[in-house]
C-alpha cells in the first residue's frame, strides 16, 4: 500500500492519496481525520490497544466514511455502501465499489496513520 501526502498551500488544506485499491482511504484521511491532532491520537490509541490484546475491535462512525479496526484489519467504507437484499443484479452485473471500501493489515494502517501524525505536525 503506497500513499502521499500533500498540502494545498492555497487553501491550506491537507490531502491523503493511496494507491488503487486503497483510494477510500486517502478520503478518510483528508475528510474524516483531518489535521485534528487529538482524533489522529486517539485512532492510534485504539490500535495500540488492539494491538496489546486490550480490545478486541474499534469502530468510529464519520460524515461520510467508517473506520472498523479488529485485530488484523482496518476497514474504511462509505456510510451508504449496501443495498437492500431485494435488489439483486442480473448475473453478468457487478457492484464497483473499490472506491467506497478498502482493507489493510492494522500494522499497515498504524503505520499510514503515524505517518499523518508527523506530516500533519510539521504542516500546522
Known amino acids: 500500500m503506497e ?23 486517502g478520503q478518510w484521511f483528508s475528510e474524516e ?5 487529538a482524533k489522529i491520537q486517539q ?18 462512525i464519520g460524515g461520510d466514511l467508517t473506520l472498523e479496526l479488529d485485530r488484523e484489519q482496518a476497514r474504511v467504507y462509505a456510510n451508504v455502501l ?6 439483486e443484479l442480473e448475473d ?3 457492484l464497483y465499489d473499490a472506491e467506497s471500501e478498502a482493507y ?6 498504524e503505520q499510514a496513520l503515524l505517518s499523518w501524525q508527523e506530516f500533519v505536525q510539521k504542516g500546522l
Request: charged share 25%; proline share 2%; glycine share 10%.
Open 82 to 87: 449496501g443495498f437492500d437484499e431485494e435488489y
Open 3 to 25: 500513499y502521499e501526502f500533500r498540502r494545498n498551500s492555497l487553501t491550506g488544506t491537507f490531502l491523503a492519496t493511496f494507491s488503487m485499491d486503497h483510494e477510500v482511504l
Open 104 to 109: 489493510c493489515g492494522l500494522e499497515d494502517f
Open 92 to 94: 453478468a452485473m457487478s
Open 43 to 60: 485512532v492510534l490509541d485504539r490500535v495500540a490497544e488492539i494491538l496489546a490484546g486490550k480490545r478486541g475491535s474499534w469502530q468510529l
Open 33 to 37: 481525520l483531518g489535521p485534528e491532532l
